[in-house]
Each structure stands twice: as C-alpha cells, then as structure tokens.
C-alpha cells in the first residue's frame, strides 16, 4: 500500500511537470507564430503592390525609434517562408546613393536604382523576381544594372517609379497587425490547455 502510495504521489508530480511543459512550450510557440506573422505584417508599414493581376505584394517598413530607417521587403509566399526578403534600404544615410523604386510594366519584377549623389545616372543594384522566385544582384553594380535592364525589358519595361515609401514620419506607417493573425497562436494555446486539462485528469 506505502508503494503504491508513493508511485500515485510520484505519478501526480510527473503528471503535473507534463502539464506545466505543455503550457510553457506552447506559450513559446504561440510567440513565435505571432513574431513570424508580424515580420510579415508589421505595424509600421505601407503596401505597395505591384500593378499585376492579382497583384504581387511588397511593403516598405519603418523601423527603429531615434535613427528611423526605411527598409523594401518583398513578400513571395511560400518562397519568402522565413521572413520577407529585404530589397533595400529606403532612407539612408545622406552620403550614400539615393534610392529609387520601381515595378516592371507587367508588375512581376519588383527593383531598386540606386544613384550617386554627385551622378545623374542611376543603376539598378537589387530586385526580385516572382516569376522565377530568385533574388538578383551582383556585386559589380554595372553587372547588376545589365541583368536587370535586361529582365525588366522583357517583362514589359520599367514601370513607373513607385513613391511615397521614403517618408520618414512614422504616422504614416500604421498598417497594423492583422486580425487572422492572431488564430495560429490562439490554436496553439488552446490545442496546449485542452492537452493540459486531459493530462491532469488522469491524476
């Protein structure tokens, strides 16, 4: 009767452990789903699709409190899974180039033109590709500029320059997080409970 008494008192602290685990894991879980929802859609961003039909999606994103800096992100679902990959930074530092935006005619290559300060000429440094899925740029920025000429050209020319994403006031960015947003990690934390109470049921 004394051993089975332990092994029950033994088997109520295990159980109880059990419990407690689920919960923490899945409180943990239920963070990250929430921080990876939101580098998708974070608060202080402003859309600027593309002029495709449906439309491909990109975002430029205010970051930072004192120094704000502007960042492009492409979003390419299920290509960008991890994150939303970065094209460029939109509000740099004065000594460098000046950015420039823009979508080709059929709205399927998002890229960025970067000029001198002391230049006329602007050439294109980074972009990307939703049709292929790819990042294109290169180190030699010439090199880069050839390549992606040479692909917006043939996917309808280079569109018009997108604006209005190098604003530094951050009321401008205020797209908010979006209510489905909040499902993954509410399942998650309930699926963990429902496993809890049945664990301690058991007791």
Same mark, same amino acid.
């Given at each position: 009767m004394i051993e089975r008494s332990r092994r029950g008192g033994w088997w109520s602290? %295990?159980?109880w452990l059990a419990a407690v685990a689920i919960f923490v894991g899945a409180l943990f879980g239920a963070l990250c789903a929430a921080a990876w929802v939101n580098s998708f859609y974070p608060k202080n961003r402003i859309e600027k699709p593309g002029p495709s039909s449906p439309p491909h999606r990109a975002f430029a994103e205010s970051i930072g409190f004192r120094d704000v800096s502007i960042v492009l992100r492409a979003s390419d679902w299920p290509w960008t899974?991890?994150?939303p990959l970065t094209i460029g930074d939109m509000y740099p &530092?004065?000594?460098q180039?000046?950015?420039y935006v823009h979508w080709s005619g059929d709205g399927s290559v998002l890229a960025v033109r %970067?000029?001198?300060r002391n230049e006329t000429r602007r050439l294109f440094d980074r972009a990307y590709d939703y049709r292929e899925h790819r990042e294109?740029?290169?180190y030699d920025r010439v090199?880069? &500029?050839r390549e992606i000429m040479a692909l917006m050209e043939s996917r309808g020319g280079v569109g018009p320059q997108v604006t209005g994403i190098d604003e530094p006031k951050m009321t401008k960015y205020t797209a908010g997080y979006p209510w489905w947003g909040w499902l993954a990690p509410a399942g998650i934390m309930v699926a963990a409970l429902r496993t809890a109470r049945k664990t301690l049921r058991k007791m």
């Open positions: 602290v %295990l159980r899974f991890g994150r &530092d004065p000594r180039p000046c950015p %970067l000029q001198e294109i740029g290169q090199a880069s &500029d």
